[in-house]
Each structure stands twice: as C-alpha cells, then as structure tokens.
C-alpha cells in the first residue's frame, strides 16, 4: 500500500505570495491532518479533515486555510506569506474517526524570502 | 489542554548502550500514545503506540509501557545501533478532539 504523498516538496516563495501544498492519504484513509513543524514552536496541529469536513482546527491565524476533496486529498493553502511562516509541513492521514494511529507524509519544505 | 513533556536532548551514547528517553503527558480523556521517529529531511515515522493503560508498544527493539498512574510512556531499547541516531517524538492522541499532541522531540546520536 502506498504511504502518504505530500506535493511539492520544497516551494520557495516570496513574502506577500500565497502558496498551496497537496496531501494524498493512504488509500481508504478518510482523515487527514496537517502540522507545522518549525525548530522554535516544534510540531504544531493546523487543522484535522474527515470526509470533506474540518473537524478541528488548532491555534493559527485565518491565513492559514485547507480543504479536503471527496477522495479524502487535502489541500493547505496559505496567503499572504511571512518569513514566519517558513516551516516543514506535514501531512498525516488516519483510517477514520476515532481510527487513533496516524500516518505521515515527507513534508513539505516552505522557505519563505 | 493536552500536553506532552519529554527529557531534554541531545543525547548522546556509545553502540550498545541502554537507552531512555523520558515522557510523561497530561490530558483529560483516555488518549492512545505514541513514539514516532523522524530521520533528517524525512516525514515521522511510528515507532510503536499503546492504547490503554498497562499495555505495551513494541517495535524494533524499542519498548514503551502506557503508564496510567504516573502518566508516562519512557521510551527504551537495550543496545542502541548508531542507526538509530534520529530525532524522537512523545505523542498523544485524542480520537474525540481529532488532535495529536507532541513533545518537543529528543535528538539520540550513537556513536561507533
């Protein structure tokens, strides 16, 4: 079975741009999860989707956005880009709600100049 | 809320050495409990879990024991190999909020 793919996987962009990052799950996986991993603020939650619904949603500004198709791939998009922002960002998916164990996608590496 | 407290790293060993690496958590429900590895430049991977409490993951050598009591999951393997080296994440899992809560991850290096 494939693991989770995560497209691109490194994106350098420029402050003000916005970017978009592609997640594919496992297959039959319905959960996918995004964090941002960063050497100051370690991993932290963005947001949680299961069947095209977020279900929850951690403690970053409204820039930070994502969505999730009917074949359970998400995407993350983030606008208006700060230095800040430049982070590893993954992707996890999991068989469903309540399924516990998550999988993790390589990430994405965001350098934002 | 939810946290998750490992031993501050680095750590360093020699090949074969035992291994440690503290973690103890607080949360309110009854999450699951995680160990995930990440090699440089890669994703996490999961090393071993544990659902409830008394049960114990197991992976590779490496074993954990979900503490209800003392709200713990130590990390340990009897000899290290230096491909082990890698940084190593505590995690908690909340199945009702949808959220996993992680540590601030360990740096293990074993030299030859």
């Known amino acids: 079975k494939a693991g989770v793919t995560q497209t691109p996987r490194y994106l350098i962009k420029t402050r003000g741009q916005q970017v978009t990052l592609s997640c594919s799950p496992i297959?039959?996986?319905?959960?996918v999860s995004w964090y941002q991993q960063t050497p100051g603020q370690g991993l932290q939650f963005l947001f949680e989707y299961f069947s095209e619904t977020q279900r929850n949603k951690g403690n970053f500004p409204g820039r930070f956005s994502g969505r999730q198709f009917s074949n359970s791939r998400s995407e993350m998009n983030v606008s208006t880009l700060e230095l800040g922002d430049s982070a590893l960002y993954l992707c996890?998916?999991?068989?469903?709600?309540?399924?516990?164990?998550?999988?993790f996608g390589p990430g994405t590496r965001l350098t934002v100049l | 809320g939810d946290s998750v407290t490992q031993m501050e790293g680095p750590v360093t060993l020699s090949e074969e050495a035992f291994l440690t690496i503290n973690c103890t958590y607080t949360a309110t429900g009854y999450p699951s409990l995680f160990w995930y590895v990440q090699y440089p430049g890669e994703g996490l991977q999961l090393l071993l879990k544990?659902?409830?409490?008394?049960d114990k993951g197991s992976n590779k050598g490496f074993e954990a024991t979900y503490r209800k009591e003392t709200t713990s999951f130590h990390l340990e393997k009897g000899s290290v190999q230096v491909s082990d080296s890698a940084v190593y994440f505590c995690?908690?899992?909340?199945?009702?909020?949808?959220?996993?809560?992680f540590g601030d991850g360990t740096t293990l290096t074993v030299k030859p």
């Open positions: 297959s039959g996986h319905r959960s």
């Open positions: 544990a659902t409830k409490a008394d």
């Open positions: 995690a908690l899992r909340d199945t009702n909020a949808g959220k996993s809560t």
């Open positions: 996890a998916s999991s068989g469903g709600r309540g399924a516990d164990t998550q999988y």
